[in-house]
T-cell receptor
Framework: AQSVTQLDSHVSVSEGTPVLLRCNYS??????LFWYVQHPNKGLQLLLK??????LVKGINGFEAEFKKSETSFHLTKPSAHMSDAAEYFCVVNVNTGNQFYFGTGTSLTVIP | DTGVSQDPRHKITKRGQNVTFRCDPI?????LYWYRQTLGQGPEFLTY????????KSRLLSDRFSAERPKGSFSTLEIQRTEQGDSAMYLC?????????????FGPGTRLLVL
């Protein structure tokens, strides 16, 4: 079975400080992993994806994520938070042999000025 | 703008009425997905199409829900005899299956409120 766990439902950081949003997954097969961002009243936007190439993935807006198979993790990071980063973030797993995408419950990021 | 559009963006209806939503995917994408998202939750899979064939349906998709994708282009999701519990954001995503896997691109969603 496949599943995704986002360990923090809420994260607050000060503007200019690092961001860490945690995601653990379980999958019987080699997964594809994604991070999406959702701003209020907006659709889901793809930040980055891992599909079995480099384990450190760079995305848009300065975000990165590292795939760690031994820890079954795919944490999202950014060196310096910006006010515009305040949004809901979703970690998603897809098993290449299947067609379902499994979403975590989301992490709400607040950026304090 | 991802290239996936949904119409309408908002719908208010009375309990018992039927509603229909439309999704226009990115034109070369062969897969189309429908999700439902309630407040404070991640999107939940409802159904998906490969071209015009509906290949999988979630148990969340009761008999009151039906989806079509004629000619493998746009898709419609109809809810008959709406209930207050149907109030949610309905999201559509499209993707292109490749040897490297697939990536979903989401539309802006249709927010449904059933009174």
């Amino acid at each position: 079975a496949q599943s995704v766990t986002q360990l923090d439902s809420h994260v607050s950081v000060s503007e200019g400080t690092p961001v860490l949003l945690r995601c653990n997954y379980s999958s019987s097969y080699s997964p594809s992993l994604f991070w999406y961002v959702q701003h209020p009243n907006k659709g889901l936007q793809l930040l980055l994806k891992y599909t079995s190439a480099a384990t450190l993935v760079k995305g848009i807006n300065g975000f990165e994520a590292e795939f760690k198979k031994s820890e079954t993790s795919f944490h999202l990071t950014k060196p310096s938070a910006h006010m515009s980063d305040a949004a809901e973030y979703f970690c998603v797993v897809n098993v290449n042999t299947g067609n379902q995408f499994y979403f975590g419950t989301g992490t709400s990021l607040t950026v304090i000025p | 703008d991802t290239g996936v559009s949904q119409d309408p963006r908002h719908k208010i209806t009375k309990r018992g009425q039927n509603v229909t939503f439309r999704c226009d995917p990115i034109s070369e994408h062969n897969r189309l997905y429908w999700y439902r998202q309630t407040l404070g939750q991640g999107p939940e899979f409802l159904t998906y199409f490969q071209n015009e064939a509906q290949l999988e349906k979630s148990r969340l998709l009761s008999d009151r829900f039906s989806a079509e994708r004629p000619k493998g282009s746009f898709s419609t999701l109809e809810i008959q005899r709406t209930e207050q519990g149907d109030s949610a954001m309905y999201l559509c995503a499209s993707s292109l299956e490749t040897s490297m896997g697939e990536t979903q691109y989401f539309g802006p969603g249709t927010r449904l409120l059933v009174l």
